[in-house]
């Protein structure tokens, strides 16, 4: 019986130290620095995320409705300029893409990602939007060094340019060699420190959508201890009132 227990507790922490690798999926992963705080790039990276994201991948867990309090924006901003489906302001967050053609085009539906940011972490989200490049052997001529071999192309290719892979030498024969840097070929709308800030807006984004409660929690929890801090105070108080006789 004990040996059972310590195989399965081998197993388990086998399991955990593997997380974080399949969590990188293959690449060195960056700081976001992202803040849930900054409004203003919650508001662009809903606008970057609707314009080029939205029309793959749906947001199920999260209304327009709620999108827009949550980010100071009145209905008709929302309706005009982050709703492209036609949905009602109090629906969720769908796309429009049928699911066969889906299917047809890519394999599979894109998957749903109100809660990529809880799975993944804000790190992968933001190193994976940054580490496309053009490779020209892969069906829809894009790949991915963080998630090798992804199913996509690149979203934000007009907005970052082509950018191409630097591949160093292969540990061994018959396996790729691996993706050590990058060079953007030619360049595309905005100028690296601007592509930079916009993945930031989408990853911060995203992590909001993953818990839209996130910011109220947190200052509710400061308020929670310090009335707890309170309590335990005048806890204190009373029982030192109280003993003060006995002895």
């Known amino acids: 019986m004990t040996d059972k227990w310590i195989v399965r507790l081998a197993m388990a922490a086998a399991m955990l130290l593997c997380v974080p690798a399949f969590a990188a999926g293959g690449g060195k992963l960056m700081q976001a620095g992202n803040d849930l705080g900054d409004q203003a790039s919650l508001q662009r990276g809903a606008q970057a995320y609707m314009s080029y994201c939205s029309g793959c991948h749906s947001l199920k867990y999260l209304r327009y409705s709620r999108m827009g309090e949550d980010l100071g924006l009145t209905e008709q901003q929302v309706m005009d300029n982050l709703n492209f489906t036609g949905a009602a302001y109090g629906e969720q967050i769908q796309v429009a893409m049928p699911h066969d053609e889906a299917t047809k085009w890519f394999g599979k539906m894109p998957p749903d ?17 940054k580490s496309f490049y053009v490779d020209e052997s892969r069906p829809l001529g894009w790949n991915n060094s963080v998630f090798p071999n992804a199913s996509m192309p690149n979203p934000l290719w007009e907005l970052q340019g082509m950018q191409h892979a630097i ?24 100028d690296p420190r601007g592509y930079d800030q916009t993945v930031r807006d ?27 801090a309170l309590l335990t105070f005048l806890a204190y108080l009373v029982k030192t009132e109280y003993w003060k006789d006995v002895h």
């Open 113 to 129: 990602l109100s809660l990529i940011s809880r799975v993944r972490g804000s790190d992968w989200i933001y190193s994976y939007l």
């Open 202 to 228: 989408i990853t911060n984004f995203l992590e909001y959508a993953g818990e839209p409660a996130a910011l109220k929690r947190q200052s509710l929890g400061v308020w929670v201890v310090l009335f707890l």
């Open 167 to 190: 591949h160093g030498k292969a540990e061994q024969e018959g396996i790729d060699p691996p993706v050590v840097g990058f060079k953007l070929a030619s360049p595309g709308k905005v």
